[in-house]
């Protein structure tokens, strides 16, 4: 499977953002899926997973703030992103079947 990540950007703190990931193939409604984030200085972190029977898990620091949601249609799974803050700046990643997709920057700033 080939992913790739889109939809970050710089927001201030308070505001939000939708990240994407698109995915090739036409097993996409099967795939479990997770986002990963890596902040400058810091290792990659676990942030949120879609399953492959639709269940989802959060990582402490963002639940209840992000949302993944998922668009078998599109081949494509969101990370809606909201009350970001400024620690939730990084690269942000999404990963399925050992495969990563190619990263997009999400700056916010106080």
């Known amino acids: 499977v080939q992913l790739q990540a889109s939809g970050g950007g710089s927001v201030q703190a308070g505001g939000s953002l939708t990240l994407s990931c698109t995915a090739s193939g036409d097993i996409f409604s099967t795939l479990a899926i997770n986002w990963f984030r890596r902040a400058p200085g810091k290792q990659r972190e676990f942030v949120a997973a879609?399953?492959?029977?639709?269940?989802?898990l959060y990582a402490d620091p963002v639940n209840g703030r992000f949302t993944v949601s998922k668009d078998n249609a599109k081949n494509t799974l969101y990370l809606l992103m909201n009350n970001l803050q400024p620690e939730d700046t990084a690269v942000y990643y999404c990963?399925?079947?050992?495969?990563w997709g190619q990263g997009t920057q999400v700056t916010v700033s106080s």
């Open positions: 879609f399953g492959s029977s639709g269940s989802t």
């Open positions: 990963k399925s079947q050992g495969q």
